[in-house]
């Protein structure tokens, strides 16, 4: 009989060592004879047999071939090694060796031959038990293929629980060739209590032998290869000084290793198959902490932070915890893993621990909001995805970082960090990983928001204040500014000095200094013109013309100019709005902390910032106009749309006529230092920088200012004053200033609030009718104003925007009578709110 020349046999066994060449081994270039097949597969109708030599061990030169199987090398020197990924894990699977059990060559063995010939595969054959257990003792086969249809020779099934009865066989796919059943009910289940995985019916076409090791490899084999894979994964485990917890998705305990033994005094067997709500709990943790834990990692997400948890003794033990969902089918949470690692410094304060623990659950990660967030003011940070991939991110990003040539302030900052952690302890190293995620993103300063489903309203404030719109062009274009500036009336051509107000308007404007000043019955007397008189009022006191170094009637012209370009018809935004920020800013200026700050100049920008940061503004808001694809956003590229025209019609009103230039007698460089600032503090009233400049401000001037205080350090003047009035905290100051003057309607007292409340929700759904009807993306859809609560609205907005705020801003500015009225109408709102009142006021008892 022919025999490909990579055979080597015995009466015991016959050892294939893989493929010589591709020609070498063509089926139709070896000898062949009549043989069952299909002669029109175009296949050999005999494959290649086994010679017998007559010897009856392993012949000596065999050994070589033994060599190269385990080297996993062919016969041609050449390595066939193929690449397989199993996770995250990048293993190199040898080819694979197949023991073939046929008590006598025939042609289903002839074609299993010639299959593991072709597809490249390490064969040995044997014709008896014993050297089949021989063999593979040896070897350790991915594949054996037993001979189940002639009982008469050997018993199929006694060898396939001998085969299981030694270890190696775990991950070993057993393969039992039947005869064709007579019926086709016949059962399997005898092969499977054996322990063979599959069986095959007896089918000598070669391409069927072929096809069928092909499906073998890369189904069973290949998942038994990633099995084995598992284990190193579970010595990890098994080794790690973390102790680690793994359970199902119903929160059913499944492994936990012997470190989360040794640390929390438990067995396994006491704890596998235990829901985890049976282990006792500490009583130490926050009350809502495992409400918030939950919350967040049952949608995917992975929490990490403090916690306290009950050793078997009794003690409780701190905890940095990080619990990971995975992911299995489906995108359906499988599992859930929970690395532990008690904290070094067991001396630490409950109080310090209090804190960590309140921190971690505001983090982004705890996907919860408080109602009056009065926690951290710094930035809430995005944990590392894996230890693995953001290692492998670091190293990549830092490659770049080296290769620059101008090193930026944040590369400084991350070379620093990089080089602290080659030489940091694990706990130290990690928490720097975590630094660096948090560096590495964009919105360094923004929170994130929960679920729609959790706080609508506040998404949609948020939405529409904190975002450019949708970018969806519309065929109904929102025109705006095409229009030629506002001119002055007639009846206001000739200005009114200050000493000609009418006695009525300078009554009202009597109590303008103090911050319960009544700006609704000043625009009442007014005619809606406030802006001007209270104008010249606020600019005389502060000297701005003698600054200006411009006559009064020049100022008073300016006046009249920017409040006729302001929108009366808006029913916010207009210039009783503009008015009442230039009274806060005035306001906020007389504050001994704010004067020892800011420079002459920095308050002439400051009142002239506030009289003008919304002039000519559409009573829409910035994702409305991108939207709707006016030309204001097309000029100013979608970002910040608003703020950059109020800006620029503010100088381009002021510098076009001599009667109204207050900048005209100014010198050249302090004209632009005073532009320079104007520009800068309009351009802070936009909303999608409001956590990056409360930050920087908590952060630059706060928080010094405070340690300087806590070290006793009050009484160093020149230190508190360097903190003060650097260039840079400076320009912090007057942004936080405008901020809050801007968005103080909540800090006014309770009637002065309703009445704002009331405009500015008149004005989203004057927004959002019109979004309806050009058929633009709704940006707010909460503002509808036969749903909407305006309670509601206001409560989210002083949540996210204004507690926070106006607590830094008191903390420097010393403002107890507006914290005050936030808490006040606070209550009020909250009050409402919970009898499910969507008005501005209770109905009449």
Request: aromatic share 6%; charged share 25%.
């Amino acid at each position: 009989m022919g025999c490909a020349s990579s055979i080597h046999i015995s009466d015991r066994v016959v050892y294939h060592s893989g493929k010589e060449s591709e020609d070498s081994h063509s089926p139709q270039q070896t000898n062949t004879t009549q043989h069952q097949g299909n002669p029109a597969s175009g296949l050999p109708l005999k494959p290649p047999s086994c010679k017998e030599s007559g010897q009856k061990k392993i012949p000596s030169d065999s050994g070589h071939n033994r060599k190269e199987q385990q080297s996993g090398e062919t016969t041609s020197g050449k390595t066939t090694l193929t690449e397989v990924q199993f996770g995250p894990m990048k293993l190199f699977k040898d080819p694979l060796q197949v023991l073939l059990v046929f008590a006598k060559e025939d042609s289903q063995s002839n074609g299993f031959c010639w299959a593991c010939e072709k597809a490249n595969y390490r064969c040995s054959m044997v014709r008896t038990p014993e050297y089949a257990l021989e063999c593979f003792s040896e070897k350790h086969h991915d594949l054996v293929i037993i001979d189940h249809r002639h009982s008469r020779h050997f018993d199929a099934e006694a060898l396939c629980r001998s085969f299981r009865a030694v270890n190696s066989s775990e991950n070993t796919v057993i393969v039992a060739v039947v005869k064709r059943p007579d019926r086709e009910e016949a059962s399997v289940m005898p092969l499977i209590n054996a322990g063979f995985n599959r069986r095959y019916v007896e089918n000598v076409n070669l391409m069927a032998c072929y096809n069928e090791l092909l499906q073998l490899e890369h189904g069973e084999v290949r998942a038994q290869f990633k099995l084995r894979a598992s284990n190193a994964i579970f010595t990890a485990l098994e080794q790690s000084q973390d102790a680690i917890e793994i359970t199902s998705e119903d929160q059913v305990i499944q492994y936990v290793n012997p470190a989360y033994e040794s640390i929390m005094g438990y067995q396994q067997g006491e704890l596998v198959g235990k829901e985890i709500i049976e282990v006792p709990k500490s009583e130490k943790n926050k009350p809502d902490l495992l409400e918030t834990i939950n919350s967040c990692i049952r949608k995917g997400k992975e929490w990490q932070g403090i916690y306290y948890a009950k050793k078997k003794n009794g003690d409780n033990i701190q905890q940095n915890v990080k619990i990971t969902p995975v992911i299995g089918q489906g995108g359906k949470i499988r599992h859930y893993v929970s690395i532990n690692r008690p904290l070094n410094d067991n001396n630490k304060s409950d109080k310090s621990a209090d804190r960590v623990q309140a921190e971690s659950q505001t983090d982004i990660q705890s996907c919860k909001h408080k109602d009056r967030r009065k926690g951290s003011l710094d930035v809430k940070s995005i944990t590392s995805r894996g230890s693995d991939a953001s290692s492998q991110r670091r190293h990549s990003s830092m490659a770049r970082i080296h290769s620059m040539t101008i090193e930026a302030p944040i590369t400084k900052v991350i070379n620093i960090i990089n080089q602290a952690q080659e030489s940091s302890p694990m706990p130290v190293a990690e928490a720097l990983d975590r630094v660096l995620e948090i560096l590495r993103t964009t919105e360094l300063y923004s929170p994130q928001l929960g679920t729609k489903d959790e706080d609508p309203h506040t998404s949609d404030l948020v939405g529409g204040l904190m975002t450019d719109g949708l970018r969806r062009m519309s065929g109904n274009e929102y025109i705006l500014a095409t229009k030629q500036p506002h001119h002055l009336p007639s009846h206001l051509a000739t200005p009114l000095s200050l000493n000609d107000i009418p006695p009525r308007i300078a009554q009202t404007m009597e109590s303008e200094d103090s911050w319960d000043f009544d700006i609704f019955s000043l625009e009442a007397a007014t005619m809606k013109r406030p802006l001007t008189f209270l104008g010249l009022k606020i600019f005389s006191r502060f000297g701005v013309c003698e600054f200006l170094n411009c006559p009064e009637a020049t100022l008073r012209s300016w006046l009249q100019v920017i409040e006729a370009n302001y929108h009366s018809s808006n029913s916010y935004h207009n210039s009783t709005h503009a008015a009442d920020v230039l009274h806060a800013t005035a306001y906020f200026l007389s504050k001994e902390r704010v004067k020892q700050s800011l420079d002459p100049i920095d308050e002439v920008a400051a009142l002239i910032a506030a009289t003008v940061h919304d002039i000519d503004h559409p009573g829409r808001t910035n994702s409305f106009l991108c939207n709707a694809g006016s030309e204001l956003a097309i000029l100013y590229n979608d970002t910040a749309v608003l703020e950059s025209h109020h800006a620029a019609l503010a100088f381009q009103l002021t510098t076009r006529d001599d009667k109204s230039n207050i900048f005209k007698h100014i010198e050249r460089n302090e004209y632009r230092s005073l532009r320079q600032a104007v520009i800068d503090m309009v351009l802070a009233t936009e909303m999608t920088k409001h956590f990056e400049h409360v930050n920087k401000f908590v952060n630059s001037i706060n928080k010094p200012l405070a340690a300087l205080e806590e070290n006793g350090g009050s009484s160093d003047e020149e230190t508190v004053k360097s903190v003060l009035t650097s260039p840079e905290n400076r320009i912090l100051v007057k942004r936080m200033l405008i901020k809050c003057a801007d968005i103080s309607n909540p800090c006014r007292p309770l009637e002065l609030c309703i009445e704002w409340a009331g405009r500015i929700s008149e004005e989203y759904f004057a927004q959002t009718d019109e979004e309806k009807r050009q058929g633009l993306p709704v940006v707010m859809p909460v503002f509808d104003r036969n749903t909407c609560s305006i309670p509601k609205s206001q409560i989210s907005f002083i949540d996210y925007f204004i507690t926070d705020m106006f607590d830094a801003w008191d903390a420097f500015a010393d403002l107890p009578n507006l914290m005050q009225h936030l808490d006040n109408n606070f209550k009020y709102w909250k009050g409402l709110d919970d009898r499910k009142l969507h008005t501005l006021r209770p109905p009449p008892e």
